[in-house]
């Protein structure tokens, strides 16, 4: 299966909230100024993580990853929040084509044969969404970036900035009226650009073509792992029958955010993740000679991973932190 690339913001769930707020004075302002005229952070950034899903909208942009080279990935995006409902195509030099359909919690994938892999979604977290932005203003400091138009849209900038050193950092432009993220940069944790998200076109209409979302038939292929969570590492552990434990180390600010078990012939394994508001660290495990890809689990590029075996089990533990806290926590793992 090829490896789509991944959207640089959140896409955290939750129903719309709140008024738009009203738009930013025709001159720019000067930075200091923003402080006092851009909106509160709070409320805007939870605008900002649920625009997605409350807007129907086409999107044509760029996409700049240093995990494929750094080279330009054309994307464009249909999406009905309302129905959640959501296709994806991504255009590389050199590379097939990929054409995602997501349909609430099924997803196809187009493979470069033509056929389409199917694969049933899950809810990521067991933390709540009020939860989620508790941690990101715990661990992360929110500062204005300024004001810049992108794609033809008045967007307000954010900072967002780790409080312990070593974690990821993000800028984000928001389309000031709608609070869709037209602009994302992704920082790892040892202060390297990452990637770039960037739209260039976008369309905010009353509906989209149904047939942009229809359910591909034909050469539909299944892809055969049964997937149950998120739980609890205790409900995990009964799962799959073998040890769910938290590693004895877990960076300062991480909270566990739930267990997903995986199941593919005789292969089980069971995927772990933790997070501080903004980045996540996710550990697989499975048994020696498991079958089971790691990317199985919840797909998600992280900057850093490192995988081994230990006691007859293989491990692959990925995030955006640095590879000397990765390590760290993989040698606390038990």
């Given at each position: 299966?090829?490896?789509?690339?991944?959207?640089?913001?959140?896409?955290?769930?939750?129903?719309?909230?709140?008024?738009?707020?009203?738009?930013?004075?025709?001159?720019?302002?000067?930075?200091?100024?923003?402080?006092?005229?851009?909106?509160?952070?709070?409320?805007?950034?939870?605008?900002?993580?649920?625009?997605?899903?409350?807007?129907?909208?086409?999107?044509?942009?760029?996409?700049?990853?240093?995990?494929?080279?750094?080279?330009?990935?054309?994307?464009?995006?249909?999406?009905?929040?309302?129905?959640?409902?959501?296709?994806?195509?991504?255009?590389?030099?050199?590379?097939?084509?990929?054409?995602?359909?997501?349909?609430?919690r099924e997803r196809w994938q187009k493979q470069p044969d033509g056929s389409w892999l199917h694969e049933n979604l899950l809810p990521q977290m067991l933390i709540g969404f009020a939860q989620r932005l508790d941690l990101l203003t715990a661990?992360?400091?929110?500062?204005?970036?300024?004001?810049?138009?992108?794609?033809?849209?008045?967007?307000?900038?954010?900072?967002?900035?780790?409080?312990?050193?070593?974690?990821?950092?993000?800028?984000?432009?928001?389309?000031?009226?709608?609070?869709?993220?037209?602009?994302?940069?992704?920082?790892?944790?040892?202060?390297?650009?990452?990637?770039?998200?960037?739209?260039?076109?976008?369309?905010?209409?009353?509906?989209?073509?149904?047939?942009?979302?229809?359910?591909?038939?034909?050469?539909?292929?299944?892809?055969?792992?049964?997937?149950?969570?998120?739980?609890?590492?205790?409900?995990?552990?009964?799962?799959?029958?073998?040890?769910?434990?938290?590693?004895?180390?877990?960076?300062?600010?991480?909270?566990?955010?739930?267990?997903?078990?995986?199941?593919?012939?005789r292969s089980v394994a069971v995927h772990m993740q933790w997070f501080d508001g903004l980045s996540i660290i996710s550990l697989f495990k499975q048994r020696s000679g498991g079958t089971l890809p790691s990317g199985s689990g919840w797909t998600?590029?992280?900057?850093?991973?490192?995988?081994?075996?230990?006691?007859?089990?293989?491990?692959?533990?990925?995030?955006?932190?640095?590879?000397?806290?990765?390590?760290?926590?993989?040698?606390?793992?038990?």
């Open positions: 299966m090829s490896r789509s690339p991944r959207l640089s913001w959140l896409a955290l769930l939750l129903a719309a909230v709140g008024a738009a707020y009203a738009a930013p004075p025709e001159a720019p302002p000067s930075i200091a100024a923003l402080t006092v005229c851009q909106p509160v952070t709070a409320d805007l950034l939870t605008k900002a993580f649920t625009a997605h899903d409350t807007i129907i909208y086409y999107a044509q942009g760029e996409i700049r990853d240093s995990a494929n080279g750094g080279g330009p990935t054309t994307v464009r995006i249909y999406r009905n929040g309302r129905q959640d409902l959501t296709r994806r195509e991504y255009y590389a030099p050199g590379q097939p084509d990929v054409v995602i359909i997501e349909r609430g661990n992360y400091a929110i500062e204005p970036a300024g004001e810049r138009t992108i794609a033809g849209r008045q967007c307000w900038g954010y900072n967002i900035l780790p409080k312990a050193s070593g974690n990821p950092s993000r800028l984000m432009f928001i389309d000031a009226e709608t609070h869709l993220p037209l602009r994302t940069e992704n920082v790892n944790g040892l202060g390297d650009l990452v990637s770039v998200t960037n739209y260039s076109e976008v369309r905010y209409v009353d509906s989209l073509d149904a047939d942009l979302f229809r359910a591909p038939s034909g050469n539909v292929e299944d892809d055969g792992i049964e997937r149950e969570g998120p739980m609890s590492k205790v409900d995990a552990e009964a799962q799959t029958g073998f040890a769910v434990r938290e590693p004895d180390y877990v960076p300062d600010g991480y909270r566990f955010a739930g267990a997903l078990t995986l199941r593919q012939g998600r590029h992280h900057a850093n991973s490192v995988s081994w075996t230990s006691d007859g089990f293989s491990y692959q533990l990925m995030g955006d932190i640095i590879p000397a806290e990765l390590s760290r926590m993989r040698d606390s793992v038990r």
